[in-house]
Nanobody
């Protein structure tokens, strides 16, 4: 099971930290992804934390978002900075076979 938290309402330029707590399996054994869905749009891949610790980012968030793992807490983290209106979406963590319920991020101008 994956449970996201940390979303909320933030002004343009603000920051948030999203967390994804895993249970029933160890995140360290999986590559994990963050995916988002903006209102009225399809899913957009955001970032990966790969086995071995390498990371990958969509061009739209590169330099502003950082993905990491707190493996002691079995939690995936996404730090969002310099937020813009286009970042407004429901953010999901996923192993691509397991999905969380999502957490809403809303960026206001």
């Amino acid at each position: 099971q994956l449970v996201e938290s940390g979303g909320g309402l933030v002004q343009t330029g603000g920051s948030l930290r999203l967390s994804c707590a895993a249970s029933g399996f160890s995140l360290i054994n999986y590559s994990m992804s963050w995916v988002r869905q903006a209102p009225g749009k399809g899913f957009e891949w955001v970032a990966d934390l790969n086995l071995g610790g390498s990371t990958s980012y969509a061009d739209s968030v590169k330099g502003r978002f950082i993905v990491s793992g707190d493996f002691a807490e079995n939690t995936l983290v996404l730090d969002l900075k310099s937020l813009i209106a286009e970042d407004t979406a429901v953010y999901y963590c996923t192993t691509w076979s397991n999905w969380g319920q999502g957490t809403q991020v809303t960026v206001s101008s």
